[in-house]
């Protein structure tokens, strides 16, 4: 009798393990397991020549990537883990950094500069490693590969720049004249590349195309011809440094009056602001592809909070934003590929993951990044994330909105037969 | 000198060897093993760091053999690797030439305008032939960006993989070996050069240019071949960068980078053959394990402010190059000498 009763005991036990382990596993494999964690690599040149605007950046996409694990529970409720390297702007760096990011596991990474995802490029598109660049131009991505956009580029600066000068601030007869003073990087180039392909169409004649560096201390020469040339619009695409000393230098010769300025996104930031100071850059128009700060959107009030906790002298720089942006974009495609295809490819790593990101994570966002940009939305063949600008004047050293969101329209460079030569 | 006790020479050919003894061979083969074995044990990213060396090295002992063998003081080295590079990115993309056609060429046309630009070293040296040489490193740069219909301008030129025949070079390790290869015949070269009848002859222009002449050295003759043939490494140190990294602009080859080969050559030791090997390995590991090791770690351990140890990096790496000027001048390579006597020498003091 008492064996009987065991036997019972025992086959109840049995039934209700058989049952309660699934139900159990089930249960658990809903969260990560300690240890499991989706690796993303960032870089952004802190130090060296574009440290103005890679600092804040920086500090941006890390707060934002806190931000995202700590109150949203990572990317589909799996931990974000960042490998992040300072950059410093050289070429040699990024690109060993590119390797260490695919050797360390992570599934993509991100720049801020054109130009370091010109040195990273190649080295992405031959592992068919996901790159995402906060700043671009059209030839890090016409013809589209493995490396995307998030906002729009510089040549679409100067398509929407361009529009809005021809619509809302030439009051002449014929055609106005634009000074193109660029950066000899992809910053520069990609305004060139846009003033090329569309200024004929847009009624504007190019006079004269100067390049600096981004170390440049004076830019007298240039503008002391393009003075001669007497334009009716300068349009700077450069960094914030050396665009502050090529407003300086105009305004000294004169040029700043009776001369309309625009800048690219490049250039138009609080640093900007703060290295040239009030009284140089009043009146200047500018294209920027995100909100300003204190905007009503969304995503306003925690990037605010996060700012003023962590780094509160980056509050008003929009380059901040960008990178805010550009974490919640990635965390946005992490989520998009884990909920997709599971965490299991993608822990996997190599090609298969890679491709996991692009094809499940990448080109299925449909994302409006909180409103702090225009949304990121893939489109077939256009491998810009984001493709809305607006067009600033900077008014008492404020960076003032005077456009709604402008379309950036897709300029198929790559069909023009001076593209990349 | 260099020689272990109770080991003498009988033979002009036992004279000449570099490698003397058999415990020469053992550390030698040796270190060729743990060398090119280096794909079993090191990761990718570490082999890029090791391809990043390597074709840095392949420069260096060229700028060694123009500055500190023959004593012409170049600071427009990262100019003659970037006529190697696109030499190489003309050749083998725009042309669809061999990678090995594209390699010499990029060897000889980065020889032939150190020429062009050596040419001044009769007339000068010092000082005044450093600023002509920072001439070359800018005009070299303004030519590249605006003779775009050629080299891709500011925007930069693609470059296909290195492949010999049906053997291409995609794997990290493969360009491993391919660089590694090409830097131990450069650095061999560079060895035996320095002792042969065209070395003495660099090294006596070094010294004394005006003695070396009433020797009867050509110093036209001279001063030219050492251009031509650091250049020539330059330009060889440029295409494999060039195949390495797949893709060329300007800004890979900054004045910075060329104050950073002279600052190589002279941490590790002028006018030697393991100076720039050491140099190099000292620089280049510095640079990414600050990045890459320090810096987190300094953020993780330590309650600094955001941003802090990133900006702690640059003050760091210059303090470390002081220091190595302050306390060896004279480089690694005579540590390193010093090191070996002191071992021969050991238990006692001389």
Request: hydrophobic share 45%; charged share 15%.
């Amino acid at each position: 009798m008492k064996r009987k009763k065991i036997l019972v005991l025992a086959v109840v036990c049995l039934a209700l393990l058989l049952v309660v382990l699934p139900f159990a596993s089930a249960c658990a494999a809903k969260g990560p397991k300690p240890g499991q964690e989706l690796k993303i690599g960032m870089m952004t040149p802190t130090t060296g020549p574009a440290a103005e605007k890679g600092s804040p950046m920086g500090h941006a996409n890390l707060d934002a990537m806190e931000y995202v694990n700590t109150e949203l529970g990572g990317a589909g409720g799996y931990p974000i883990k960042v490998l992040w390297y300072d950059s410093g702007y050289d070429a040699a760096k990024v690109a060993t950094f590119v390797k260490r990011f695919i050797d360390e596991g992570a599934l993509l990474f991100t720049v801020a500069s054109s130009a370091e995802m010109s040195w990273a490029m190649e080295l992405a598109n031959r592992a068919e490693f996901p790159g995402l660049a906060s700043f671009t131009a059209p030839s890090l991505y016409r013809p589209p590969k493995h490396i995307y956009g998030q906002m729009p580029d510089y040549g679409d600066d100067w398509t929407a720049f361009a529009n809005y000068y021809m619509k809302n601030v030439w009051k002449g007869t014929g055609r106005p004249k634009m000074a193109l003073e660029l950066l000899n990087n992809p910053t520069g180039y990609g305004a060139r590349d846009a003033a090329k392909a569309m200024a004929d169409k847009l009624g504007i004649d190019i006079i004269s195309t100067d390049e600096h560096t981004a170390t440049t201390i004076s830019e007298m020469d240039a503008l002391t011809r393009i003075k001669a040339a007497k334009p009716d619009v300068l349009y700077i695409s450069s960094t914030p440094k050396p665009t502050a000393v090529i407003l300086k230098n105009a305004r000294d010769l004169g040029l700043l009056t009776g001369t309309t300025i625009g800048l690219g996104h490049a250039g138009i930031t609080k640093a900007l602001v703060d290295i040239a100071g009030v009284d140089v850059v009043e009146g200047v128009y500018g294209v920027f592809p995100t909100v300003n700060w204190d905007d009503n959107v969304p995503g306003m009030a925690k990037m605010t909070e996060y700012v003023k906790k962590l780094h509160p002298n980056d509050y008003g720089n929009m380059d901040y934003i960008t990178s805010w942006a550009q974490s919640l974009i990635v965390a946005e495609i992490l989520k998009n590929a884990v909920k997709n295809v599971g965490y299991d490819k993608l822990a996997k790593g190599g090609v298969e993951a890679y491709q996991a990101i692009e094809t499940q994570g990448i080109q299925k966002l449909n994302y409006d990044v909180a409103g702090l940009h225009g949304p990121a939305i893939y489109t077939q063949g256009d491998n810009r994330l984001s493709k809305s600008v607006r067009v600033f004047q900077i008014r008492k050293g404020v960076i003032t909105p005077v456009t709604n969101w402008l379309e950036a329209p897709m300029i198929k460079y790559e069909d023009f037969p001076w593209f990349g030569k | 000198m260099g020689l272990p006790s109770g080991t003498r020479n009988y033979t002009y050919a036992q004279d000449m060897a570099i490698l003397r003894t058999r415990t020469h061979w053992a550390l030698f083969i040796g270190f060729l093993v743990l060398l090119f074995g280096a794909p079993l044990y090191l990761s990718g990213y570490w082999l890029g760091v090791a391809n990043l060396i390597g074709i840095t090295l392949i420069a260096a002992t060229g700028l060694n053999l123009l500055v500190g063998y023959c004593g012409q003081l170049s600071i427009g080295h990262a100019g003659f690797i970037a006529v190697g590079a696109y030499t190489t990115a003309i050749f083998t993309n725009r042309l669809e030439l061999p990678f090995l056609v594209g390699l010499i060429g990029a060897g000889v046309v980065a020889g032939i305008v150190g020429l062009i630009f050596g040419i001044p070293s009769v007339r000068v040296k010092g000082f005044y032939l450093a600023i002509t040489t920072i001439a070359a490193q800018f005009i070299i740069i303004w030519v590249i960006n605006h003779w775009s219909s050629v080299t891709g301008g500011f925007v930069g030129i693609k470059v296909p993989y290195a492949s010999i025949g049906p053997l291409v070079f995609r794997s990290e390790s493969s360009q491993f070996y391919l660089i590694f290869t090409i830097a131990v015949i450069c650095t061999f070269f560079a060895k035996n050069l320095a002792r042969t009848r065209v070395g003495r002859a660099f090294i006596a222009v070094r010294d004394n240019d005006l003695a070396a002449e009433v020797m009867g050295i050509n110093l036209f003759y001279y001063k030219l071949l050492a251009f031509f043939i650091g250049c020539f490494m330059a330009g060889i140190a440029g295409a494999l960068l060039a195949h390495w990294v797949g893709f060329m602009n300007a800004e890979h080859f900054s004045l910075t980078e060329s104050i950073l080969y002279i600052g190589m050559i002279i941490i590790g030791g002028l006018g030697t053959t393991l100076g720039p090997i050491l140099g190099v390995v000292v620089i280049r590991l510095l640079q990414q394990v600050l990045t890459i090791q320090l810096v987190p770690f300094l953020e993780e351990s330590l309650p600094l402010p955001s941003g802090f140890a990133t900006g702690v990096t640059p003050m760091l790496f210059g303090l470390a190059i002081i220091l190595f000027l302050i306390l060896e001048p004279r480089g690694l390579a005579h540590r390193w000498m010093l090191f070996k006597s002191a071992y021969r020498l050991w238990p006692f003091s001389y």
